[in-house]
């Protein structure tokens, strides 16, 4: 592995990014999470685990949020890129 | 739902949109399944069915593979807001 590359995050961390970037978006949207489920047609427990940063959440389901966020998906996702 | 949002893409048309971007990643950086899979810690098999788009990847592996490829995450996962 090039040297010269960054570690990837880790599992832990990546979860936790991810989660803290769906919540600040939904509560920059004034949405709960009882209505972003609704939207990205998922269940209320599943986003509140999400968002909590413990499920290693598949691609439909990001894309099922990103639409819910009204966010394209490649901005949702940036949030894995600061560090 | 508001009308004015397009629905999101088909799960079948996300996971063919995610695998042609990171074949097409793959071929433009001149690596081999192998060598991705080895850069990114994953099997060849998954690498491989990933690109075919048979795979409802998880947040952990997206993050593994756009390492492997030297893109960012945000930029890699752009792909699924072209229609």
Redesign the interface.
């Known amino acids: 592995?090039p040297k010269s590359?960054a570690?990837?995050?880790s599992?832990e961390k990546?979860?936790v990014t991810?989660g803290m970037a769906i919540r600040a978006r939904r509560e920059a949207l004034l949405l709960t999470q009882e209505k972003v489920a609704e939207?990205a047609e998922l269940h209320t427990n599943y986003v509140s685990s999400v968002e909590r940063g413990e499920?290693?959440?598949?691609?439909?389901n990001?894309?099922?949020l990103?639409?819910a966020l009204?966010m394209?998906?490649?901005?949702?996702?940036?949030?894995?890129?600061m560090r």
């Open positions: 592995m590359r570690k990837p995050l599992k990546v979860q991810f939207l499920r290693n959440i598949g691609l439909h990001i894309v099922r990103a639409f009204e394209p998906v490649g901005a949702l996702m940036a949030c894995m890129d």
